[in-house]
């Protein structure tokens, strides 16, 4: 072989002609590698938002209006059982032929039970006046007692004052399906940027594949870099198998551009994937790991307008949430798909994103341990 | 004759536990360099030191007349390091991860080329999770090896491996040495050091206590009076570092 018999600085190339890429390059492919050889690891990426989504279009089918669940309990009050059970049965009767209202038949003593975990909105009980059980801090509670009000007066023949015309109307997009869509997809957006980053970094300092690292002329900047990168991507199947599953099975209308969804999904990865390697700079074991993600993380579930409006907190927790990644995340998807933003439009979120891209990953880069 | 490595009087503490204690030592340009010394006598840290990947409480280190401070990013392509617990990414094939090492440097062979001076051709697209110590511990000198370093540093290359390896691990070295290289390198085989190494520095609770040609060193204990078998350097070992195990 020519190179054993020439010697050490004769068998040397420059990169062009050693055949690998620049080591940005080199170290993204690894880590796509790695990645794609962990079955578990793709699972986590690509099918829990299918799952989330397939039991999304479970819990809330296209079309339907959700009618209200009440359960019909016997007077204490009368005198004889007997005429008490008839005049349950006389009520429930009146009820069930309602369209939108739907009798349980929960035995009796158990209403209030049912009524606590959620199984029914509210208990009638059939006294005269009937007398409705419910707490009023539920809105569908409150909801129940109007409907179930109304068809029972309705029932007894009281005259209406008039017919108001209804005029309904389906708005694609109003409901909360709709609303909780493109939540789902940040969440997801903000979970494997973190776990899939910290993880590796943490397995690899473990391993003293770090230091090793660090003994070699790689340049630091681009092994922090190279998950962020292999994270983008995964991006686009990520978002866009639930967004199409959104858009096809449950009708969630898709109002922006697909650029300007791009462009704010590449940028919420870049702000988790940097803070995901801030949070993994330091850390050495996997338990603690995992300590410090469900402190970054919990918070944000609940705060960051999820699964519910973040204009529930008061206004001075607002500004504190408003600067969380996830909630910039969260309304800028919603923006988009649900309203057509515009990247413009966007501005405020955007900016907030693309801070949380930079400064944790310059903190990162100079506290990062190696060994 | 320049120096490859030179350095005085290194110090370095962990709280209470002086690793290091005033050690100093210099190797030349085409030596094999011996650190040899028990569990626990400050090797690993010394060389971690010479990688620039401690820095010493206290002394200088040159490596290839350069110095740490001001000269890391030329230091890190001339230089070839394995260190003593690496364990590489489990699901990339041999062949990846060297491709990965030989991205980072400047120059250096070819992937192939590598491949070939550690016989893993046969093994280029397995994982490294499936490969034996003695094949990972090759991998991991194909590694040390892909920038065409100047000076290699091995800290126990041979740990833990059949005489077979071990003797295929020699044969590289031997290779690299007579293109030119300089070798540091610890062990705790006394055979390894006296067949591979030029001069040996015996390392104690963080001092030198002996350093010279494995040779002088045998002569200058003398040969044992009823003599079963030459001296080896072995002997030498025992007599001046104890017999009884570190606990510490
Ligand atoms: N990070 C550390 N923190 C605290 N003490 C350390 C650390 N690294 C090494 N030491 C201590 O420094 C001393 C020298 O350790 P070192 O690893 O250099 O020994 P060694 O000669 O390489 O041993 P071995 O032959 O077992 O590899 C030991 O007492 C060790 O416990
Ligand atoms: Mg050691």
Redesign the interface.
Known sequence: MKTEATGRLASTEPRASSGTYHPLVELTLARLREFLREPEAIFWTFFFPIVMSVMMAIAFPAGAARPVRVAVERSSAAIEPSSATGARDTLKASLTAERHIVVRDIPPGDELRALRNGEVDLIVVASHPPTYRFDPTRDESRLARLVVDEALKRATGRPDPWQANDETIAIPGSRYVDWLLPGIIALGVMNNGLWSIAFVTVQARLKKLLKRLAASPMRKRDFLMAPIVARLVFLAPEVGIPLAFGALVLGTPIRGGLASLGIVAVLGALAFGSLGLLIASRVRTFEAINGLMNLATVPMWVLSGVFFSATNFPGWAQPVIQALPLTALVDAMRGVVLEGATLVDLRGELATLATWAVVPFAIALRIFRWR | MSLAVNCRNLKKRYGDVVAVDGLSFSVSRGECFGLLGPNGAGKTTTIEIL???LTPDDGEVDVLGLRWKTHE?EL??R?G?Q?Q?????D??TVE?TL?????????????S?LL?RVELEAKRRS?VVKLSGGQKQRLSIA?ALA??PDLLFLDEPTTGLDPQSRRQLWSIMG??RE???TVLLTTHYMDEAQTLCDRVAIVNRGRVIAMDTPQALIASFGTPTRVVHEGTLEDVFMSLTGRQLRED
Do not use: M
């Open positions: 990688e620039g990947l990013h890190r392509q230089l390091i260190l617990e690496t364990q590489f990414t699901k990339l990846e491709r990965l090492f030989r991205s980072f440097y400047d120059r250096g062979p070819t992937v080329d070939a994982w590694c920038g065409a290779r690299f293109n030119g290289g």
